[in-house]
Each structure stands twice: as C-alpha cells, then as structure tokens.
C-alpha cells in the first residue's frame, strides 16, 4: 500500500489566530507578499543553449569500440589536420569516445567568462572516466560559434569488474567539466535601453493588473509608466527621472513587493501518493460517507479417492468459495468555515488510504463542495 504524503501550502501555525482572521472566503484563492523578481523576466534576457561535437581521450580502454565509425573518422580527421595522415578505417583505439557537448550562455556574458558543460558519450563507450575534451567550438542556433570547450571529464560515477560481474555507479558515460568553455563573443540581446517588456512567470491577469499598479505607484502615480498588456506581458517605459539610467530603474522594479494572486489548486500524485495543496482551501459543510465492500473467491482443490480394492477412480475435485466481507461506513462531518488540514486530519483518523483521499476530493469537487482545480500528474 503506499503511503500518503501531504503537504500544505499556506500560512504556518505561528500565524494562529490572526491568519484566521485574515484567511481568504470560500473559494480557495489566497496571496502572499512576493517581489517582482520572483515573478518576472525581462523580455530579451535569457540563456543561450550551445552544441558542440568533440571526442574525449585518456580513458582506459573504456572508449567507443569498433562499430561506432564516426569517433574513427573524427580522430582520423583531428590526426589530418595536424600533419598525421591515417585512414579511418585502420584506426582501433579504444581510449577515445566520440560525445556530445552542451551548455548553457547566460545573458550579457563578455568575452573571457568561463562557463561549465556537460559532456555525454554518443557511441558504445561503457565509461568517460580520467577522460580529457579536446578543444571544441559551441555553436548556437544559428550556427555561429559563441564558445570553445577544453578539459578533463568529472563524470560522478564509475563502472568496475568484468563481464558478468561488472558493478555500475551512477551514469559513467555522462560527466561535467566546471568551467570547462570560454566565451568567444557576447550573446545577442533584444534588451531596449527606452522601453521594456516584462513577462510573467506564470500567467494571470490579476497579478498583470497588480503589477502595473505597483510600479506606477513607486513613482508617485502621476505618470503611468507601466501598462498591463495581457495576462503574462507588462510593458514599461523608463521614466524621464531614470533616464539613462535603465539599470538602475529595473533594479528598482524588481525590488518592489506586491500580493500576488493564486488559483486554488491541488496536485495528485497517485503513483507516489503524494498530494499537494494550499492550505487557505475552504470546504463548504458536507457529510462525508465512506466505506468499502470486498469480494474473496476461494478455489481449492480436493481429492477424491474410492475404498480400498473398491471401483473408480481418483480425481482432483475443485471447491469454490465465495466470501463477503463489507466495512462499516465511516462518516466525516465538516462544518462551516472548515480547511483542508481540518479534512486531512480526519480522513487520517479513519485511516483512509491515498487513492481513497483522492477519491473523496475529486467526489467533493463534483458535489460543488471544493471550489479548487484537481491536477493529477
């Protein structure tokens, strides 16, 4: 059976009394205090994604084997370029491994800024470790080369014995190397000195609209720099008293604190058993019955034999059981201005399992009880 884990979101018991006073009416939506930082981005500045394809030398004997022909070719060309012609085909080293090399560019990184890479082996190589990336270039989308990686493989894992009795820990044929690329050229930005766009993280009007409002206001309210565009989009002119100064301006902004809005959900794990939801969630009054019927069918087999030096034969019999067995119902009562931990704790002192609580909230949403978005992962 598995077992139940719950958490709730909401205020802490240090709160007490007071956060009864101030809890939200029926309806399940609550707010909290929270920076913009923590819920916008600033249009034009994010992360690049960079590719590269390399090959890994230095490992001992772990590397690709025969069949895998492209770390072949790629030593074969590395070899050419460098003065020593060899044909792929009688090429047979098993300390090289052909990999793949991605990392992440953050925005407004300058030439010279180290970032880290995760390389992963491509071919059948069974392990990266003790091994070293050769110099590699980093391209973006469109093909242009924003890095160069080089450096020795920390993988967090090794693979040890032989066939049959070999022991594998962690990923072997995935590693890291910290700091391993150099930054060639500065990222491009869509980043506007005069006007800038933020988005939501997550998109609702409502915050859209606070937003917008909160940020006027830091500015006395007589000009409106800041206007809500849609539910994940607030455009925002730097004003006239910020002007140069754009930096400094978004800092401002994302200082500011404002109570944001969230929509009653509860999320359903039922593989794990995990169910997470606010704790501001009422409960409108509702009897709540619960119980169980099990059915048991019971088949053994007996044998049947005749008297001694007597006429028949002995035969295996089947005997079919049918048992019924039906639970008492048990009856949970929640009155006006309860909570879910109010119900949580009593579907616990019944000893409800978790597809059984799941069950009684997706029949409380049904029956209008719980006004509260169901999402089962």
């Not at 958490?7 to 920076?35: F, V, Y």
Request: proline share 6%; charged share 20%.
């Amino acid at each position: 059976m598995l077992g139940l884990l719950l958490i709730l979101l909401g205020l802490g018991a240090c709160a007490g009394r007071a956060a009864e006073a101030a809890a939200p009416p029926a309806g399940g939506q609550g707010s909290r205090t929270t920076r913009l930082k923590d819920l916008i981005a600033i249009d034009g500045v994010r992360e690049n994604q960079l590719l590269g394809y390399g090959i890994t030398v230095g490992l001992a004997g772990t590397g690709d084997r025969r069949q895998t022909v492209f770390s072949a070719q790629t030593l074969s060309n590395l070899l050419e370029r460098m003065g020593v012609s060899v044909p792929p085909t009688s090429l047979q080293v098993r300390n090289t491994a052909a990999v793949m090399i991605t990392a992440n560019l953050p925005p407004f990184a300058q030439p010279g800024t180290r970032i880290d890479v995760t390389v992963a082996a491509m071919g059948d190589a069974a392990s990266l470790q003790g091994g070293l990336l050769l110099l590699t270039p980093l391209r973006a989308s469109n093909g242009e080369v924003f890095a160069v990686a080089q450096g020795p493989v920390v993988t967090g894992g090794f693979i040890a014995g032989a066939a049959g009795t070999a022991q594998t820990k962690n990923h072997p044929t995935t590693g890291r190397i910290p700091n391993g690329a150099i930054v060639e050229q500065a990222p491009p930005s869509g980043f506007a000195a005069g006007k800038l766009h933020l988005q939501l993280r997550r998109s609702d009007f409502t915050n859209a609209a606070r937003i917008s409002k909160v940020i006027n206001d830091s500015l006395g309210g007589e000009t409106i720099v800041a206007r809500a565009e849609d539910a994940g989009r607030v455009s925002v002119e730097v004003p006239p008293s910020f002007a140069g100064r754009t930096v400094e301006f978004i800092a401002m902004v994302e200082s500011l604190s404002l109570e944001t809005d969230r929509p009653a959900r509860i999320v359903v794990n039922e593989r794990t058993g995990t169910i997470v939801m606010g704790k501001e969630i009422r409960i409108r009054p509702i009897s709540i019955l619960h119980g169980s019927l099990t059915v048991e069918i019971e088949t053994s087999f007996e044998v049947s034999q005749p008297a001694p030096f007597g006429k028949g034969q002995t035969t295996v019999v089947p005997q079919v059981g049918v048992g019924v067995k039906e639970e008492q119902a048990r009856q949970v009562n929640l009155k006006e201005g309860a909570r879910v931990d109010d119900l949580v704790q009593a579907l616990q002192a019944i000893g409800t399992t978790p597809r059984d609580v799941i069950a009684i909230l997706q029949n409380l949403q049904a029956a209008g009880a719980l006004d509260a978005e169901i999402e089962v992962i």
